[in-house]
């Protein structure tokens, strides 16, 4: 027995699902020439199983599986967090509690000794903390319910309401200020929430960012677009104002003379934090950055100024002396707010749902903290799946007793591909833009730089080359060439998929059409000695892309402007076979050649039906009929095929776990009726073989 049957077989006896065939046919029905639409109304009928929301629970047998029907056998749980938290937009700190707030899920994550410990559901989008630890509160604002949720202990004590477009918060004495999206400061009692006074801005316009001074409570500075603006508590209103590129990066000096901005000058075309005199706003210093900083904090105890440069996914170390740069740290993608405490810097990465951290003394990283359970990707390996955790920068392996082995990995690892001809392990870490490769005892064999915000793996195991983001690299030698596509708009693009027809030796790349606001205007390219030229399979702003050897077809998945769909490409004839619409957005493919089953995850609906759990279909390659639908407690991320023991691993992060979907060979259901034909823009023609 295989390690991958067992552990089937020992899930198997963790949890049973049962689930009935969807709909068979004895006989096998050709690929139809037309479009057709899967609707509810021309669906075969398909029972569907919910797996509990509790992983490992136990659930409800409602019949008992037949070995010859796709079932659910179980799950196996990677995280243990008390609640999901999405897009962490802020920091705050009240003794030994960090709070952080998730945009997201409308609700705040608390964390102690390096954990999640509890989340509270605050509203609908947290913008901005605000900690008063003195009395162990934290004040939370809502922009779009338009109120501040005051936390005491981790628990709500009180909501208050403000004016709509309020974004922002500081804390005097016993004053609460709140920008408002008028271009006022208005001050509440921080004991009651009653309004106390207000301060007119010389603009009406949203305020970003407002703090106050901790040196002298009587001084306040606030940000609108593109400007800064000095406030005297003493004489109640404004007293300077700059105009600069400032978005909303603001931060005091603890001596509370200096006030750091992060501003874009477009003359130049460079991104510059500003060293501006807290009294005149003249400017003192300035130091050019690679990007735009996102958040900007001052350590007085070390020297040193810390700036969050969101696309570059890092934080720059700058010395408060002289703004020479110290260090880089690399995070997860998109940090987005800082904080200090207990020598530890805290880092929230709003693409990444974590929590970095960094050692202020020794300048060492420390493992992340999870806010949500994101499984990025699965591969099938030889001793079982491995997953890839990107909120805690982990590799995951599963054997058959669970959970084997978790390896660090560089930030955000996003794709995984596994070797068998080697046995090794290939992460990209789209954070950091690196390609690592790992043997199977987790020790790193190599890296290499795949480029900036790199999104493409793929074993190209014909050519023996591994396609990492912008390069390709030949394992066996070492050596690597740079690949980029040209758009018909003339631009130089990355590729972010790969598919290769191994009948004909043909790879085609998936990259942007350069078509500026397409909506992830994704099409094929046809890799040839000319260089890689468009056409192929797959519509407009595809999602996944691959090619089934055995049925000599393309499968793909799309989605723009709120449709969804399944197409199947003939590469004989140049064009679409067939295409399935689909109520739900499409988040992973995956083939089973052996059951002629094509996968499929999908997760939150179309307006018209928006459901946000997740589904799993099946549909039989030869016919595309729907083969089974299973449910899940919310979309899926990622799927991954064994076909030696008919495995199908399925991520769900709601679940906090990777589910088995035992497979099984079937005859063939019908195929779908023909609805309607492709639209032109929808139909890519490849050039002749």
């Known amino acids: 027995m295989t390690p991958t049957r067992s552990l089937g077989v020992i899930i198997a006896l963790l949890i049973v699902m049962g689930l009935a065939v969807a709909c068979v046919s004895t006989t096998p029905i050709p690929l139809l020439t037309a479009s057709a639409e899967l609707s509810p109304s021309s669906a075969p009928p398909t029972p569907s199983s919910l797996p509990s929301a509790s992983p490992m629970a136990a659930a409800s047998l409602s019949a008992v599986p037949s070995p010859s029907v796709p079932h659910t056998l179980g799950s196996v749980a990677l995280f ?32 102690q000794e390096g954990r999640v410990t509890m989340v509270v559901a605050v509203g609908s989008r947290p913008a901005s903390l605000l900690a008063e630890p003195s009395r162990g509160r934290v004040y939370v604002l809502d922009a779009e319910e338009a109120q501040i949720a005051v936390l005491q202990d981790a628990a709500i004590a009180d909501r208050w309401a403000v004016p709509v477009g309020s974004s922002s918060l500081a804390l005097v004495d016993d004053t609460l200020w709140v920008g408002t999206g008028d271009g006022h400061l208005l001050g509440l009692g921080a004991d009651d929430g009653l309004e106390k ?24 500075a606030a940000v609108t677009y593109g400007r800064v603006h ?34 874009y000058d477009g003359d130049t075309n460079t991104h510059r934090l500003l060293v501006l005199a807290s009294d005149d706003l003249s400017v003192l210093d300035e130091v050019e950055l690679p990007s735009a900083p996102r958040a900007v904090l001052a350590d007085a105890d070390a020297e040193r100024i810390y700036v969050a440069l969101g696309t570059d996914h890092m934080v720059r170390v700058l010395s408060r002396a002289d703004l020479d740069t110290l260090a880089t740290f690399r995070v997860g993608r998109r940090p987005v707010a800082l904080a200090l405490s207990s020598g530890v810097l805290y880092v929230a990465c709003a693409e990444s749902d974590q929590v970095a951290r960094v050692d202020t003394a020794s300048g060492g990283s420390l493992a ?30 599963l054997d058959q007793d669970g959970v084997s082995a978790r390896w660090d990995t560089a930030p955000h690892p996003a794709e995984i591909v596994w070797l068998p001809e ?7 870490s789209s954070a950091t833009g690196t390609l690592a490769l790992y043997g199977s005892d987790g020790t790193e064999l190599a890296r290499f730089d795949a480029g900036a915000d790199p999104r493409l793996l793929h074993w190209h195991q014909e050519h023996g080359l591994l396609y990492a983001g912008h390069i390709a690299l030949n394992p066996a030698t070492g050596l690597t ?116 089953h094509l996968w499929v995850g999908l997760g939150q609906g179309t307006p018209m039906n928006p459901a946000d759990d997740g589904l799993l279909r099946a549909y039989d390659t030869r016919t595309m009929g729907l083969v089974t639908e299973l449910s899940f407690a919310g979309p899926l991320t990622a799927l991954a095929v064994d076909v030696e023991s008919d495995l199908v691993y399925v991520a769900c992060e709601a679940d906090q776990a990777v589910w088995l979907v035992k497979d099984a060979e079937m005859p063939a259901p019908p195929a779908p009726t023909p609805t309607h034909t492709p639209t032109p823009w929808a139909t890519q023609a490849a050039p002749s073989p």
Not at 86 to 102: E, F, H, K, T
Not at 232 to 259: F, K, N, S
Not at 422 to 428: F, H, I, N, P, Q
Request: proline share 7%; glycine share 12%; net charge negative.
């Open 80 to 111: 243990g967090l008390p609640g999901q938290g999405r897009s962490p937009q802020d920091l705050a700190v009240a003794g030994d509690r960090i709070y952080v707030a998730n945009s997201g899920t409308g609700n705040v994550s608390v964390l």
């Open 197 to 220: 006074t207000a301060i007119a801005l010389t603009e009406s316009a949203p305020v970003l960012r407002v703090l106050a001074n901790p040196a002298d409570p009587k001084q306040m």
């Open 230 to 263: 000095l406030v005297d508590r003493g004489v109640g209103g404004e007293t300077t104002m700059a105009e600069m590129g400032i978005w909303r990066t603001l931060a005091y000096d603890p001596a509370g003379d200096r006030l750091y901005v992060g501003v």
């Open 368 to 397: 992340p903290i999870p806010l949500s359970a994101r499984i990025s990707d699965l591969a099938a390996a030889d001793t079982g799946v491995v997953a890839a955790l990107s909120s805690s920068d982990e590799i995951v392996w």
């Open 422 to 428: 080697t046995g090794e392990l290939a992460v990209l």
């Open 481 to 596: 060439h740079t690949v980029a596509v040209t758009s018909p708009m003339g631009s130089s693009v990355w590729p972010e998929g790969l598919a290769v027809d191994v009948r004909r030796d043909m790879t085609y790349l998936v990259a942007s059409n350069g078509v500026p606001g397409s909506n992830h205007g994704l099409i094929t390219y046809r890799l040839g000695p000319d260089g890689a030229l468009p056409g192929g399979p797959g519509r407009l702003s595809i999602v996944d892309l691959l090619y089934d050897a055995e049925a000599d077809r393309f499968f793909s998945t799309y989605q723009r402007m709120g449709t969804y769909g399944v197409q199947v490409w003939d590469p004989v004839a140049g064009a679409e076979a067939l295409c399935l619409s689909l109520l739900r957005r499409p988040t992973a493919l995956a083939l089973n050649p052996g059951t002629h």
